[in-house]
Every structure is written in C-alpha cells, then in structure tokens.
C-alpha cells in the first residue's frame, strides 16, 4: 500500500517562502501530486513530478527526490490568499492507478 | 463547461434515511471517482469507475454503493445513513492520458452532508 506523511500546520508572514514537505512509501511509484484546497472550497490540481528535480510554476515550485521517497512544495511571495490546505498525492499502482492523498498541510500567512 | 457538477449542495439527513449525491462531468473523462473528507482529514476514496459500465471499491466502501449510468454520471448511495456518513463528499474525474495531465484530478464543488 501507499501512505504519506505531511506536517499539520505550517505558519508564516506575507512575502516569505514556505516549504511543505511530503514523504512517502509506496510498493510503486510513478509521480508525486500536490493540490491546494482553500476552506469550503474544491482541491485544484498545483503541480506533478515524475522525476527527481525542481518544477517552476510561477510563485510555486514543487521538488522530487525518488531515492529518498521525499518531496516539497516551495511557495515564495507568500500572499494572504495562499491561506490554504495542501495536499501531497501518489499514484496507486495497484490495479488501476488511483491517486492516494496525504492528510493535508494547513498554510496560515498572517500580515 | 461546467466541468464536474455535484447536487445537492448541502443536505441533512436523519439516521437511517437514504439518499442519492448525484455527480456528472462534460469533460468526456473516462476515469470517475468518489471520495469523503472528514475535518482535517485528506481525501480518502470511496468508490471509482474507470469507465463506463465499471465500478470498484475504493479505501472505504462500506455503507455505500455506486452507479455509473453512463460517461457523463456517476452517482454515489448511502443506503440506511449514519452520523459516522457525515463528511464531505467530493466527485473527480481524470483525462486518460499518459505524464502530467493523467495525474490532475478535477473536483466539484462538494455536498455537504450531515447526519443527525
């Protein structure tokens, strides 16, 4: 089976960077998902890695290291309206490939 | 497009009661999935479909049932509700493809239920 782990609750001040990590152990893997999810809302889809290395996004960035099971999310130029939860997710290789999510990273950035 | 659409909204259900979330999605995705969020909690999948005519059970199936009436639809059932039922239930769909896209979930908006 799949399990992630991912800290509860992360803080930080408007124009700082935040890193959210993710480890993971998986029987498979085939690429590592982050989603963001603000409160009451629906989770959208932020970035995917399939291999190890940095992928850009704008203010986001998202990290992948295979041999290590371990990956990050970077937010820079944090923003008020990056106040959210954020999710790491895996692949299931187990039959048919189904994402498997972790139990979230709440983000709180306070002026 | 509407994307992925969930009816009801809201609902509040009493112990026992049954009712059907209804799901359907304009994307032509064959991939359907059901998933609850309790507080704090990730998602964790109930049942999905691969495709049309197909269902199977996900993380925790248990005291629900699932039917995909067609490519569009995909409707998940809570037979005799129980306040353990109360969650978030969210819809998703995935695009067939191979890398990047084939990974990105596209959610509805969620039905809130309650059972008292």
């Known amino acids: 089976g799949q399990s992630l782990e991912q800290p509860s609750e992360v803080t930080a001040v408007e124009g700082a960077i935040v890193q959210i990590n993710c480890t993971y152990q998986t029987s498979g893997f085939y690429g590592l998902s982050w989603y963001q999810q603000h409160d009451g809302g629906a989770p959208t889809f932020l970035s995917y890695n399939a291999l190890d290395g940095l992928e850009e996004t704008g203010r986001f960035s998202s990290f992948l290291s295979r041999s290590d099971s371990y990956g990050y999310l970077l937010l820079q130029e944090l923003q008020m309206k990056d106040s959210a939860s954020y999710f790491c997710a895996v692949r299931d290789t187990t039959g048919f490939q189904k994402l498997v999510f972790g139990t979230g990273t709440r983000l709180l950035v306070s002026p | 497009n509407a994307g992925v659409t969930q009816t009801p909204k809201f609902q509040v259900l009493k112990t026992g009661q049954s009712m059907t979330l209804q799901c359907a999605q304009d994307m032509n995705h064959n991939s359907m999935y059901w998933y609850r969020q309790d507080p704090g909690m990730g998602l964790r999948l109930i049942y999905y479909s691969a495709s049309e005519g197909t269902t199977d059970k996900g993380e925790v199936p248990n005291g629900y049932n699932v039917s995909r009436l067609n490519k569009r639809e995909f409707s998940l059932r809570l037979e005799s509700a129980a306040p353990s039922q109360t969650s978030v239930y969210f819809c998703?769909?995935?695009?067939?493809?191979?890398?990047?896209?084939?990974?990105?979930?596209?959610f509805g908006p969620g039905t809130r239920l309650t059972v008292l």
């Open positions: 998703a769909t995935t695009p067939p493809t191979s890398g990047s896209s084939y990974n990105e979930q596209f």
